[in-house]
């Protein structure tokens, strides 16, 4: 089986405090720690378990800068057989849409069985595996946190839907699937893992190689556009409790006790 | 404008998102047609619902829709909403298995999870989302002048003010063509029921990220057990497998009611608020600062777990006695 993963370089939210900019025009992104998308990561490991059992090979794509090579590295490491990085100026500030069309064009210039992304990202639209899906008119789910392989043609897969509830669908391939958190326990790659996938060239492909309209992606292709950012105001606010750990936790002990906390 | 809403459905009753819907449609234009569509098996008692809150409801009723199939309605809507439709959904698992497709087929824009709306300039709305797990909130503009397909946060439109407008039934069931998929629903498994009930527990001892390591969950269960109640836990520690599925809150695990709420080293994403009712009192105790959970608890303190859980164990065991 012939597998494709889109992944995405992201801060990791928990290595960093997530803060704007004081033009508000963006989050600060100095000094932030990135990471690959932690479903992405599920998305990998998951499409390594599958060509481990039955065969075939899993490319890794990613979308961005030149430092998205070393996310697509890592996974590599992981044991994806080949990196694409799809990178052009164009492609920046593309909505959902942008994104899922320079997918497609990627998907159409390989031969693939099976094509994966996260179930979201840092943006949390969650939306580009089933935009991928359709411009590509394949099959589609969402959240899947099963895949078992019947035969050539067919997966049955479970999505997570409310409550801890599982739903099971039988679907042909080719197809696309956005892959929840906690589907499988992801492999852990060392620096020597890292190492030994440094030099694998990784090719990069811009607008034209994928024969992309640039009037389609990037800004000008956006029917949504993000403006600006601001810290969300939720409730009130906690009274926050402060001191040393003795101080704090005679404070906690007395408002637990207030509250019926303790039993 | 005309603005319909996909009302969720399930057993005979509307979810409560459609009254929800109806009030996001009042804010994005106060003077919107809004259209209920209500897709499934026997559904009247549903279209009747929510039939007060919508100009009308379009019913579309068809044993192929007992399960509400993203991939049969993802191809049916495109072809029964007028060209360039605005149709609002509730961001949960139907939606996003539905929704940015149907913005594909129906060539128009998509903005998912949508938190709040502040209004329409022309054919251009405004709306607000939030990004990295509601650290931080974005204003957005998303035009609207090709149709769009919007999804908006369940919870975010308080269903008080229901808009009271009566609306009448449309059967639209004969104008549809159930299409061919290339995916069957097979059944849906439920939930495991694990060794203790969390939805009915009174206090809860919940653990997140913050704990770090498997081996220092420990100091949780030590924690609950010095006060006599339950733990639960966010959904990093059910994939890291460090706790049973069945006590994970969220809207991906369980509901819970609990009175007393301990939120530790939990940053308090939207899925894991989503799955706490009931207005608990809830303590917060989180490394970060800027974590949202902070905006939503009573009590917040600004620190590291592993060091204070031991010592509040300790403190709650000296009380005991």
Redesign the interface.
Known sequence: MEILVCVKRV?D??EN????NSEGSD?ERDDLVYSVNEWDNYAVEEAIQIIDKVGGSVTVAAIGDDESEEVLRREMAMGADKGILLSDEAFEKS???GL?TILKATVEKGNYDLILTG?QS??????????L???LD??????VNLVEVIDDSTL?I???????????????LP?VLSIQ??IN?PRYVGIRGIRKVASVEIPTLGAADLGIDTATIGDSGA?????????????E??????GD??E???K??E???S????? | MQIFAYIINKNGKADDTALELALAAKKLDSEAQVTAIVAGSGIDSVCQEVSAAYNDVWKIDHAALAYPDS?IM?KILPKLLPEKAVLLLAH??LA??????????MN??????V?DIEGLDGSVAKLV???????????????LS?G?VITIRPGVFATEETPAVGGSVVDKSGDIVIPE????????????VGDVDISNS??LVSVG?GIEEEDNIEIIKELAEA???DYSCS??I????WME??R?VG?????VKP??Y?ALGI?GAFQHLGGIKGSP????INK???A?I??????????DIL??IP??TE??NE??G
């Open positions: 801060p939210t928990s405090e997530i803060e704007v989050i909505d959902g849409r899922a179930a840092d943006t949390g639209a969650a939306q580009t595996g089933a935009m899906a359709a411009m394949r099959p589609y789910a969402s959240l049955k479970g999505r997570e839907i409310d409550g801890g509830n599982q739903e099971m669908h039988e679907i042909k197809c958190t906690g326990e029917k949504t556009k993000c403006i600006d950012y601001f810290v969300p105001v939720m409730g606010g906690a009274e926050m409790i402060e750990t003795e704090i936790v005679v906690l002990v408002i637990l006790k509250k019926g906390g303790i039993k | 991939e993802g949960e698992y996003m298995d539905m929704a940015p497709g149907l913005a594909i087929r128009s824009a998509y903005i998912a999870d938190t989302r939030q990004e990295f797990s509601g650290m931080v909130s974005t204003h957005n503009t998303c035009d090709d769009a998929t290339q995916r069957k629903y097979l059944e849906t498994v439920e939930a495991e009174e206090v990220r006060m006599g109640v959904r990093p059910v994939d890291a497998k599925k069945s994970q809207t991906s695990g369980k509901t009175k007393v301990m940053s009192f809830i303590i917060a970060n600062p800027k949202p902070f905006q939503v608890a009573d009590i917040g303190v600004e620190g060091e204070i010592e509040l403190k709650v009380l005991k």
